[in-house]
């Protein structure tokens, strides 16, 4: 991998959360790389932390959480139509949060979208936040047009008339297949329905022309059908202005249709990586290899019994020592796995684990 | 036009005809203009010790066909014969209609009847401690008191995987797998001999999903329980379900044994549905059928096959006439007037 394929490179981040009862290690130490017009996947349980890796690269931790750790590097290119393309290298942990260059760089270049797009209100934010947050970082406010918001965010990133903004918001209200787009443009949130929001997020987040999108579980709230439609809108649209996704999810039936590298995380720590294919096929870590036998398969019958991870995802004032994953653990090793931390070790050209398996201790 | 089982089925539940409107109120004077057509001629049986799975999208009338059998809604229209020996004098097993039942009857027939609901945090009152939940049905129903009723608690707890001493404590102090066991618990109190399961495990994340579906399963066998597991999720739908019935715009378009409609679907709804779930597996290509449009609105249906405009074999009949819902082939029953010449495809 040449640098310049990287677009976004995180080491050891940490973000943690300072509340009455404790520290919460959210992120603990995570290290990744998002090249450009690739897809990086990012899997596992709720609170596992993928959710605050996504805020962090935006810069965007909600309070009491910190970045407490590590740094977030962004090959920022600049130049171009003649210009020498020069890269420069901007540490995202080190802006404030509230500055020129991260407002710029948060939905102008590193593009997102929510889950849900009208219910992700977060009630740690105030209402004024939250409208600047929905200029810059694509929610859709429910009082107001979402042609007018699509034209803001345009404006707020590319120089261009208010007429011009709002053709480019029609046009691309097209490109992610909103039927009418120039009837729609008019159109209330309220008015759409679940995937045709979910659409114009997608058009908002895109109509910047990003060089990366951070989806966080973008289908999740959505049916299937719409679900597809929206993973096809998805790729069909990264091949056209090639553009790196991270994609973050639970659901391991979209992971290996969307992620050609993917991350598993537990407990905020990354305890598996490798491409899909060798993720899903040679699975090394015990957590990963009991997430892929947890799962009932389509077109697959068998009255068998699911495998399940015994237990539950522990109480984060209260880790276990040694790996975190342990107490859950079918290969645990009394005596070494409650008592080492594994590091993270490359056992592949291209596939990482954190695990005393493949550890000599 | 009615699936009719045959007479050595050992049918537990047998709904015919089932529709549920709910009317659209509009104005000073609340004048009804209109109606949402939730459920709309809905048809099928639930054998004895059976799992029927009920899928569809979201506002397909699922949820809302679970809950007008047991009553939590007034059906509009319809019969729904449940297998019961509670009401004959002699205890000989006859068929009484739920939907028909006074309200005298309806409460003996609810001891046989028991729902778990899909979000275990809304569903349990955060002001009674599990004890007192899992035993309000007891109470309610007479059975026991004091001591005895803690002797069932403590065995029901066990049952479902938690300690007897978590009994003193409250809903918040567990998680969302513990809680769904807890609402389990509830469901199993009075013996139920049908249980209306809404989206159980679609709250929950993956590895707690599988303990809770194990769980179910279980039961089942342990309690020679029968389920109606309605969900969204079609993998879980098959894993769980010795038959299933899909569900779209209030309508079942089709029924049939789980493995032969997931290998042979009938219906393009189905077709197009199966082929819309994410395969968790990098290597498979997928050949998807993107579905048009958004679903039909319940409240304003297109004419004819409700399907017809997002289909991809209409013809002109399509949208003329509504299809009959029929048995095409044995235990197989489809709603299209396309099903015989069609090939579809299964995953």
Same mark, same amino acid.
């Not at chain 1, 008339?161 to 443009?185: D, F, N, T, W, Y």
């Given at each position: ?20 009862? &404790? ?25 596992? &932390? ?37 890269? #420069? ?57 979402? &042609? ?44 759409? *329905? ?123 004032f209260h880790l276990p020592p040694g790996c975190v994953f342990h107490p859950r653990c079918s290969s645990f090793m009394p005596g070494k796995c409650d008592v080492i931390v594994p590091g993270w070790k490359q056992i592949g050209p291209n596939h990482w684990v954190r695990c005393l398996l493949y550890e000599?201790? | /036009? ?13 709904? =015919? ?67 019961? =020996?509670?009401? *004959? ?25 028991? /729902? ?50 978590? /009994? ?29 399961? %809404? ?5 929950? %994340? ?15 066998? #342990? ?9 969204? #999720?079609? *993998? ?10 899909? /569900? ?67 013809? #002109? ?8 819902? =029929? ?21």
């Amino acid at each position: 991998m040449s640098s310049g394929d990287t677009l976004v490179e995180v080491k050891d981040l940490k973000v943690e959360f300072d509340v009455r009862e &404790g520290i919460i290690k959210a992120v603990d130490g995570l290290s990744l790389t998002v090249k450009r017009g690739r897809t990086l996947g990012v899997i596992g349980e709720s609170g596992c &932390g993928k959710s605050m890796t996504a805020r962090a690269i935006l810069n965007m931790v909600p309070k009491p959480g910190k970045i407490t750790g590590g740094e977030i590097l962004y090959y920022r290119q600049v130049g171009g139509n003649g210009k020498p393309l020069i890269t #420069d290298v901007i540490n995202i942990t080190k802006l404030d949060p509230d500055g020129e260059l991260i407002r710029q760089i948060r939905g102008g270049e590193i593009g997102m979208i929510f889950q849900e797009p009208m219910s992700s209100l977060t009630p740690v934010y105030t209402a004024g936040t939250h409208i600047n947050e929905a200029v810059t970082l694509h929610r859709l406010i429910p009082i107001r047009k979402v &042609g007018d918001q699509l034209v803001e965010t345009i404006q707020a990133h590319r120089k261009v008339s208010k007429q011009e903004a709002r053709e480019i918001a029609i046009e691309m209200l097209r490109k992610v297949g909103i039927p009418k787009p120039e009837q729609r443009v008019d159109a209330y949130p309220h008015q759409l *329905s679940g995937g045709q929001r979910q659409r114009v997020m997608i058009a908002v987040a895109l109509s910047c022309e990003p060089k990366m999108l951070i989806a966080d579980e973008p289908t999740t709230a959505l049916d299937v059908s719409i679900e597809a439609q929206i993973l096809d809108l998805m790729r069909e649209l990264q091949e056209t202005v090639d553009m790196a996704i991270m994609f973050i999810t639970h659901n391991l039936g979209v992971i290996a249709e969307m992620a050609e590298e993917i991350v598993v995380m537990y407990m905020g720590k990354q305890v598996e990586q490798a491409s899909a294919v060798e993720l899903f096929y040679e699975p090394q870590h015990p957590y990963t290899r009991a997430l892929l036998q947890s799962i009932p398969h389509v077109g697959k019958k068998s009255r068998q019994r699911l495998a399940s991870i015994a237990g539950m995802v522990p109480d984060p004032f209260h880790l276990p020592p040694g790996c975190v994953f342990h107490p859950r653990c079918s290969s645990f090793m009394p005596g070494k796995c409650d008592v080492i931390v594994p590091g993270w070790k490359q056992i592949g050209p291209n596939h990482w684990v954190r695990c005393l398996l493949y550890e000599e201790v | /036009m009615v699936a009719e089982p045959s007479p050595q089925d050992n049918i537990l539940l047998d709904v =015919r005809g089932l529709k549920k409107y709910f009317p659209i109120q509009r104005g000073l004077l609340r004048r009804t203009v209109g109606y949402v057509k939730a459920v709309d001629d809905v048809t099928f049986f639930v054998r004895e010790g059976e799992t029927l799975g009920l899928v569809g999208e979201s506002g397909c009338g699922k949820t809302t066909a679970g809950r007008t059998i047991i009553r939590l809604y007034e059906p509009t229209a319809g019969s729904a014969l449940f297998k019961t =020996r509670l009401l *004959s004098p002699d205890g000989s097993p006859q068929m009484v209609d739920l939907l028909k039942a006074d309200k005298q009857q309806l409460k003996l027939l609810r001891q046989e009847i028991a /729902m778990i609901f899909q979000d275990p945090i809304n569903s349990l009152n955060p002001r009674m401690s599990v004890s007192d939940i899992i035993a309000e049905p007891l109470v309610i129903h007479g059975r026991g008191k004091g001591p005895e009723v803690e002797e069932i608690i403590v065995n029901l707890l066990e049952r479902v995987g938690l300690r007897p001493e978590h /009994m003193r404590r409250y809903p918040h102090e567990f998680s969302g797998g513990q809680r769904q066991r807890i609402g389990i618990a509830r469901a199993l109190a009075l013996n139920p001999r049908l249980v209306i399961c %809404d989206e159980p495990v679609s709250a929950l %994340d993956v590895s707690i999903q599988a303990q809770t579906l194990n769980l179910l399963q279980d039961l089942q066998a #342990d309690f020679n329980l029968s389920y109606i597991f309605v969900a969204h #999720d079609l *993998s879980v739908v098959q894993h769980v379900s010795d038959r299933v019935a899909v /569900m779209y715009v209030g309508k079942i378009v089709e029924m049939a044994d789980a493995e032969e409609l997931y290998i042979n679907p009938l219906h393009p709804y189905t077709e197009a549905l199966m082929s819309a779930v994410p395969k968790p597996d990098p290597l498979y290509k997928s050949e998807r059928i993107v579905m048009q449009g958004d679903v039909a609105d319940p409240s304003n249906p297109p004419p004819g096959c409700y399907f017809h405009p997002r289909c991809r074999y209409a013809v #002109d009949i399509c949208s003329k006439q509504t299809p009959e819902f =029929r048995e095409l082939r044995p235990d197989h029953f489809v709603a299209c007037h396309r099903a015989e010449e069609l090939q579809l495809r299964g995953v």
